[in-house]
């Protein structure tokens, strides 16, 4: 392993790391250096989010810096605010012993009046959100003609972020001779027309392999029942005594919810994602940061470059839809050379994508099995006997409190102390674990091939007799709604709305999507209360319309008309325009539901 001398870096900026702590260079640096210090015009570096990339490039970029020049010499481009202030406060620590260089984070949220007077009293590095940087541009307060080195940070979540017309217009304000500096932890495609358009003969570092997971996360996946991810994650927070880690959520609404929960719960979370002010943002983050937060709940685009290196877990309580979006999530752990676990929960459907995952990241994810109540009372009270032995005790402050405690307690055995320690701590977690009924895996229900998860023989058999007759299995009711496979309806999504909709836990079995309606089965008891609970509400605008499918309901349309299996209202009441609705629409599948409470899974 080289050191930092041995590639190339001058003593001022070593003698500052060197008191931040860095006695020898990662990976990343160790390859990207020595190439930015020898004049390498362009270059591309492929690594993991919190491999050492900031400085990998900041270190050659504050050498090459000429401090008599004083205009803006080098552009670093990234996605975030929080990036950006991140970035921008690890140039200043770097270079600590450079008299008079000046860096200057500019980004939307604080106030540009005074980001216009740092820039007019002069500074050499720019690190800057696209956005704010466009709006100076505009201004003519910002000079980028004597740019020598620009850096795209996190390359791949810019544009995804939809900036990729904010950076055209940017580069097309800087030299055409200027060196340009791409770091990314995936490489899209989008990447590669980047690379084409503004790029000469990039030289290409990769550290590790394209779109590969950083081998300092292990992946692990829980599989539920959708109506039990709530359930799963509690117990996985329960089964970590001291995590310390972010929850990644689909949607602002899921975010905030889930964050609630949890707080109502009792357990030390918030939620950060885009419905909150700036101020809000800062407040949460910077309580997360000092571990005040035990569980950040997020959205992908508020999480985007937070720098936080200490993190335990990512729990992703929805997989995202792309893997460069899962990379950046798992790579929020298992930074500095620190191991950290990456955590999926997910449902049957979800199988594919765990597989999909683990081929492009050339990854094994382990399979977890949910925590028993007792597992984690157990670990839970391990956890407190280890503090209770690690805790320091100051004598001096506590010495004169102790013999009026003593003689407090006398009348008790040491035995009689420790329960009652125990039970102080514990007694609402063991309450709660004693009643609470373990979470079925659907591996209960289903057996596995080689890559898919087959419904049981039993399972099968009640399928096969309902797809003849399409009759209620015995004690259900099957229920007709007005919608189906044009309203981009799956069984997930029904099952969603049931959850939206409908009070209390209900049961579902069947599920039959039609083109233009659909057929499902609850309980007998149940039928009554959710076609008064669904009945009259709307999904993306339209009203739903649910009851009864009398006669079974599930063969051929034209016939269903003739057996009554609807009421004798009008097709236009249902959503249907014409006959040849009933007559072309054949099933798609005869998917099995689940079981279902809370709130309306996201897909």
Known sequence: MKTFEELGVAANIRKAIEEMGYENPMPVQEEVIPYLLDEIRDVIALAQTGTGKTAAFGLPVLQKIEVKENAPQALILCPTRELCLQIAGDLADYSKYIDNLRVLPVYGGSSIDSQIRSLKRGVHIIVATPGR???LINRKTVDLA???YVVLDEADEMLNMGFTESIDEILAKVPSDRSMLLFSATMPKEISKITKKYMESPKEITVGRKNEGT???????????AKDKYLALKRIADFYPNIYGIIFCRTRRETQEIADKLIQDGYNA???HGDLSQAQRDYVMQKFRIKNIQLLVATDVAARGLDVDSLTHVINYGLPDDTESYTHRSGRTGRAGKTGTSIA?????EKGKIRELEKILNKKFEQGVIPSGEEICEKQLFSLVDRIEKVKVNEDEISNLLPSVYRKLEWLEKEDIIKRVMALEFNRLIDYYRDAQEIESPSDRYVKGEDKL???RKDRERGDRASGGRGAEKGYSRLFINIG??????PATLMGLVNDFVPEKVNIGRIDIMQNF???EVPERDAQKVIKSMSRQEQNGRRISVEVAQGGGGGDRSGDRNRGGFSPRSDKDRGFKRDSDFKSSKPKSSDKGGHRKGRKPKY
């Not at 929960?345 to 459907?349: A, F, P």
């Not at 496979?485 to 799956?490: A, K, P, S, W, Y």
């Open 133 to 135: 940087l466009i709006d």
């Open 215 to 225: 081998s300092t996360v292990k992946h692990v996946y829980y599989m539920v029942h």
């Open 270 to 272: 918030d939620s950060l």
């Open 454 to 456: 087959y419904p049981r």
């Open 146 to 148: 004597k740019v020598k």
């Open 345 to 349: 929960i997910v449902h049957v459907k």
């Open 485 to 490: 496979r044009t309203d981009n309806v799956n």
């Open 518 to 520: 659909s057929f499902f």
